[in-house]
């Protein structure tokens, strides 16, 4: 059974506008949520993260909103930009070695 | 240079063949971890390792053998290679909750 979930498998925006990325999860025993960004023929790098104990994490255009009540997780790019345009994978973290992704969203930002 | 990286970049092999894939991390994580990319399924964990002398499955070990004699390397064997291990495989190594990913081999299995 999917832990975390990734309904989305692709999005397109147009640059300038908002991106909104969205993650569900079955199971509430999670510390950590996190965002990876991953071009193609590179591994995935670390983007944004969130501490179960908060609902908000802001660093520049990236903004990650955890709502615990409905188990979902959402990443806003604010303005996207063509550099934007990846695979983005959540990732759930409930303790040290424990790292599970959801499946990934291929958003394209177009110029 | 300081980082995760993974060898080869890119492999070919035949079905029924032993191949193995090696990372290496320069940072000293104790977790090291083991992903397979396949369109529709994402990151799947094959297997994962908390320390050295300590291994443990993941999602999707059948098929695949791990270990890790020293810190800084978890190499990874297919024992007998399968077409359906032709995948883009993803080293990673964490000392908190943040992963580090290598940037992947991509194997072939003919």
């Known amino acids: 059974d999917q832990q975390v979930k990734q309904n989305s498998p692709s999005l397109s925006v147009q640059e300038g506008r908002i991106s909104i990325l969205n993650c569900d999860y079955t199971?509430?025993?999670?510390?950590?949520f996190l965002w990876y960004k991953k071009y193609p023929a590179e591994g995935p790098t670390f983007l944004i993260s969130?501490?179960?104990?908060?609902d908000k994490n802001e660093d520049g255009r990236f903004t990650v909103f955890l709502n615990k009540s409905a188990k979902h997780l959402s990443l806003h790019i604010v303005p996207s930009q063509p550099g934007d345009s990846a695979v983005y994978f959540c990732s759930l973290v409930r303790s040290q070695g424990n790292l599970i992704f959801g499946k990934g969203t291929k958003l394209s930002v177009k110029p | 240079d300081a980082g995760i990286t993974q060898s080869p970049r890119y492999k070919i092999t035949e079905t029924g063949r032993q191949v193995t894939l090696m990372c290496h991390q320069t940072?000293?994580?104790?977790?090291m971890f083991w992903y397979r990319q396949d369109l529709g399924h994402g990151l799947r964990l094959i297997y994962y390792s908390a320390a050295a002398d300590i291994t443990d499955k993941g999602e999707v070990p059948d098929g695949y053998v791990v270990s890790r004699s020293k810190t800084e390397n978890f190499p990874l064997t297919l024992e007998s290679a399968t077409r359906s291990q032709t995948s883009v495989y993803f080293c990673?190594?964490?000392?908190?909750?943040?992963?580090?990913f290598g940037q992947g081999t991509r194997l072939t299995v003919v």
């Open positions: 969130i501490s179960s104990i908060k």
């Open positions: 199971n509430s025993m999670f510390d950590y």
């Open positions: 940072w000293s994580h104790s977790y």
């Open positions: 990673a190594s964490s000392a908190g909750y943040e992963a580090f």
